[in-house]
T-cell receptor, first 113, second 114 residues
C-alpha cells in the first residue's frame, strides 16, 4: 500500500533552534499533505494543509511564521519548527490523502530543552 | 462545526474480554467515519471505515456500524488480545463540505492484560 516515510522519528533540540521534519511519499504522488500535532493524552489537532506548489492553509490559531510548511514536490512535504521553545515539544505527524483513504507517517517526537 | 466525541480511557480489560469503545459525531453533511489505531511509538494505522449509513466496517476482529439515527460509530471486538493494547481514534471526513481533512476524537487508550 501507499507509504509515507517521516523523518526523524525523534529529535531533541535546544531552545531557539529550528527543526525540520520531512515526509516523503514513497510510491505515490501526494498532492495534499496534512500536518497534525498530538498533545499528551489528547487528540490529533490539524495544524495545516499543504498543497504541492502553493502556500499551505493553516488552521485557526496556528502560527504560520513559526511552523513553516513547504510542499515543493509531489513526493516531499516539510514542516520546520522555527525558534523552538519547550512548549513546542509534541508529537508531529503527517498524512496524505488518497482516493482510498488516508495514510500516515510514523510521527516525530520533538523535545525542546 | 464537525466534531467527534469518544469515551475517555483508559479502558482496561483482561484477555478475551468483550470490548466497546463509544464514538459519536456531529457533522453538517454526510461524513465518512473511521477508526484508527496507534501502537506505542508508531503512527496511525487505519483499522476500519464506513462511508454511509448502515455500513459496517470490519478488520482484525474489530467491527463498527455507521448509525445515522444515533450519530454513532462504536468500535467493538468480541475477544481482545494483549496485542490489541493501543490508542484508538475515531475520526470523520466530511467531503460534502469540500474538504477532505480528518477530524479526530480524543483517542481512547486500551490496555489488555493476560
Amino acid at each position: 500500500g501507499a507509504v509515507v516515510s517521516q523523518h526523524p522519528s525523534r529529535v531533541i533540540c535546544k531552545s531557539g533552534t529550528s527543526v525540520k521534519i520531512e515526509c516523503r511519499s514513497l510510491d505515490f504522488q501526494a498532492t495534499t499533505m496534512f500536518w497534525y500535532r498530538q498533545f499528551p493524552k489528547k487528540s490529533l489537532m490539524l495544524m495545516a494543509t499543504s498543497n504541492e506548489g502553493s502556500k499551505a492553509t493553516y488552521e485557526q490559531g496556528v502560527e504560520k511564521d513559526k511552523f513553516l510548511i513547504n510542499h515543493a514536490s509531489l513526493t516531499l512535504s516539510t514542516l520546520t519548527v522555527t525558534s523552538a521553545h519547550p512548549e513546542d515539544s509534541s508529537f508531529y505527524i503527517c498524512s496524505a490523502s488518497l482516493q482510498e483513504g488516508y495514510t500516515f507517517g510514523s510521527g516525530t517526537r520533538l523535545t525542546v530543552v | 462545526g464537525d466534531s467527534v466525541t469518544q469515551m475517555e480511557g483508559p479502558v482496561t480489560l483482561s484477555e478475551e474480554a468483550f470490548l466497546t469503545i463509544n464514538c459519536t459525531y456531529t457533522a453538517t453533511g454526510y461524513p465518512s467515519l473511521f477508526w484508527y489505531v496507534q501502537y506505542p511509538g508508531e503512527g496511525l494505522q487505519l483499522l476500519l471505515k464506513a462511508t454511509k449509513a448502515d455500513d459496517k466496517g470490519s478488520n482484525k476482529g474489530f467491527e463498527a456500524t455507521y448509525r445515522k439515527e444515533t450519530t454513532s460509530f462504536h468500535l467493538e471486538k468480541g475477544s481482545v488480545q494483549v496485542s490489541d493494547s493501543a490508542v484508538y481514534f475515531c475520526a470523520l471526513s466530511d467531503q460534502s463540505v469540500r474538504t477532505d481533512k480528518l477530524i479526530f476524537g480524543t483517542g481512547t487508550r486500551l490496555q489488555v492484560f493476560p
